[in-house]
């Protein structure tokens, strides 16, 4: 084998290997968005499918509404689309005695209690079977009357052929395979845009995270080019503390800004859910790191010929960090758009004129517990959007992350 072909074997076993666990992790997802698309009935169908299906209904000459079809075995044992026309039939399996005095089990046959009656008339005739009495009844069989004894009891539904009224066969339900179709139900999202405020928590939620990122995108790039080119006494005893305030767990500031929120008055109000994050030390630290990289050289060019320090941070500086700006706004909306802790804190469940996403979610899990088609429905609506902006801004973050950080 050359070269060429060991490369080829190679590449081939690589993509299969990519291509196997990319599934893996795509799985999870597919179940998501085909289970959001799906009936109630079908969520909990056994053995579980992955792709929504519905039962097949046609109409039947003299029902008054659409039968469902389910695959039946008939007498003759042929198999058959057929219609399920009344359901939880009182049968019995009815069985002939053989010489030995046991039930013949190769020649029983299904029948209703309606359809059979005790032979003997006033004086009940029986049998001993396995030491017990039990009764012989009169079964008919085609065109005769067969003795036989009950082996058991069960209900079942009253299956009739579409095309032949007149057909008709008995058959376990649960037992009997439906005929179905592929199918979706896009209307489950509609459903759950206008369950319980949905739509209202899903504005809130995209205006919070818009503004957020604006936000933080606007002091991360100040502070940033502040403490990467601006001189200033303390510059970077001041970068070293702020940048350790990423270390304070997120715990400890929960019980000191919850009261500011208090004390400002913005408990159960929208500027609570935005104004605390619009400063973050990890932008800053990014945008400084990345304004390191560009060259002082193009800095001093433009400062002789007459720029002022704004028209060098946007006419220079910012085209340059498309990159880091990507990367900074995938996270913070990324952050933004999944904050369920500190709405949960200040912002009241039953409030939902500044209800968030999240929180609606956890409102949507508790009362559409039974039914899970609209509960992935609403975690769709809540997953799709943050995955589409990482999928947009992924080649940005790269090369963020292999341009950043390398000077100090």
Known sequence: MGYRAIRIVRAVVIYAILTIFALIMLFPFLVMIFTSLKTPADTFSYPPRLFPVEQVTTAVAGFDRPLPLYYVATESGERKQMALAEENIRVGIFAPLDATGKPDDSRAVL????????????????????????????????????????????????????????????ANVRLSEPVTRLTAHPENYLEVVNLLGFDRALSNTAMITILTVIGQLVTSVLGGYAFARLKFPGRDQIFLFYLGTIMVPFVVLIIPLYQLMVAIGWVNAMPALILPWLYTAYGTF???????????????????????????????????????????????????????????????????????????????????????????????????????????????????????????
């Not at 359809?115 to 004086?123: M, P, R, Y």
């Not at 004894?149 to 079942?156: I, P």
């Not at 028209?311 to 220079?316: K, S, Y």
């Not at 706004?329 to 990324?334: C, D, K, P, R, S």
């Open 286 to 408: 990014l945008m400084r790191q990345f304004f390191i990289t560009i060259p002082k050289e193009i800095e001093e060019a433009a400062l002789i010929d007459g720029a002022s320090r704004w028209a060098i941070l946007t006419r220079i500086f910012l085209p340059a960090s498309v990159p880091a700006l990507a990367t900074l706004a995938t996270f913070t909306f990324l952050y933004a758009w999944n904050s369920f802790f500190w709405p949960l804190v200040v912002v009241n469940t039953g409030n939902t004129r500044a209800q968030v996403l999240t929180l609606a979610l956890n409102v949507l899990r508790g009362r559409a517990s039974d039914s899970p088609n609209l509960i992935l429905a609403g975690a769709a609506i809540a997953i799709i959007p943050p995955t589409l902006v990482f999928i947009l801004a992924q080649r940005y973050y790269v090369a963020s992350v292999t341009s950043s950080g390398v000077k100090g």
């Open 111 to 170: 029948r209703r209690f309606g359809e059979v009656k005790v032979a003997g008339g006033s004086t009940p005739k029986e049998v001993v079977v396995n030491g017990q009495a039990v009764p012989v009844y009169e079964v008919p069989v085609g065109d005769t009357i067969a003795e036989m004894v009950v082996l058991t009891r069960t209900t079942v539904g009253r299956f009739v052929n579409p095309q032949n009224p007149e057909e008709v066969a008995l």
